[in-house]
């Protein structure tokens, strides 16, 4: 059977800032009409019988910024993908991680970045970076004391970084690389935005992180 697309205004304002609303046309497609003032974009999304092909993806929709046709298995994800491509066309801007954040998770994550800053600096705090004398950066994952600093394996994106509401710090869960010796690692003067995230109004349970984005200080590896 074709999937039911419910007549409701969907919003989308955690992520985007912007309103939208289905608008039902013939022949079931509707039209995805959003809103980010002054700003209006148009795409649309429809539904197709898969009781021939049960293994097909039940939604289609119009990328705004390719023009091409794509399924989706999810209503809201056919939407997210049509929002995404409004971005593509620089008709939306995306919100940063801490600005979908509520009142009350910003302010818990302000007191954690102030006890962070608040910490001493003999050496790196588990989500610095480390920056090693060919360019490359790496975020550190596992502090020993006062012997050496793992960094984060793969990709400077890669691994879990769970930020300490109480003190600042974080838990890093993913591979590790061979430690830096302490005495390597040189302090600059700069800070870097990098991806954390910690529960939601501090209430520890499954399904309920908030990503968010904190300056780190960054460390020179020397030779």
């Excluded at 009781?51 to 794509?70: E, F, M």
């Excluded at 995230?197 to 349970?205: G, I, L, N, Q």
């Amino acid at each position: 059977m074709t999937p039911e697309i419910k007549r409701v205004v969907v919003n989308y304002k955690r992520d985007y800032d912007a309103d939208v609303q289905l608008l039902e046309l013939s022949e079931g497609k509707h039209a995805v009409i959003a809103t980010q003032s002054p700003i209006e974009g148009c795409s649309f999304i429809w539904g197709i019988d898969t009781r021939k092909n049960p293994n097909s993806d039940p939604w289609r929709y119009l990328c705004p910024n390719t023009g091409r046709i794509y399924s989706h298995p999810a209503l809201s994800g056919a939407i997210a993908q049509i929002l995404a491509g409004f971005v593509s066309q620089g008709l939306f801007e995306v919100k940063g991680p801490n600005d979908r954040l509520d009142e009350r998770d910003r302010a818990l994550l302000i007191k954690a970045i102030s006890k962070r800053e608040a910490r001493g600096v003999a050496f790196p705090i588990v989500g610095d970076v480390l920056r090693y004398p060919d360019g490359e950066l790496k975020r550190a994952a596992h502090v020993w004391d006062e012997d050496g600093t793992q960094p984060a394996s793969g990709s400077y994106s890669c691994g879990s970084y769970c930020l300490s509401l109480q003190g600042g710090g974080a838990a890093y869960s993913g591979g590790l690389e061979g430690s830096v010796a302490h005495d390597r690692l040189k302090l600059t003067d700069e800070r870097q935005d990098v991806a954390f995230w910690f529960f939601h109004h501090d209430r520890a349970m499954a399904h309920n992180a908030v990503q968010c984005s904190v300056p780190v200080r960054v460390w020179e590896v020397l030779d």
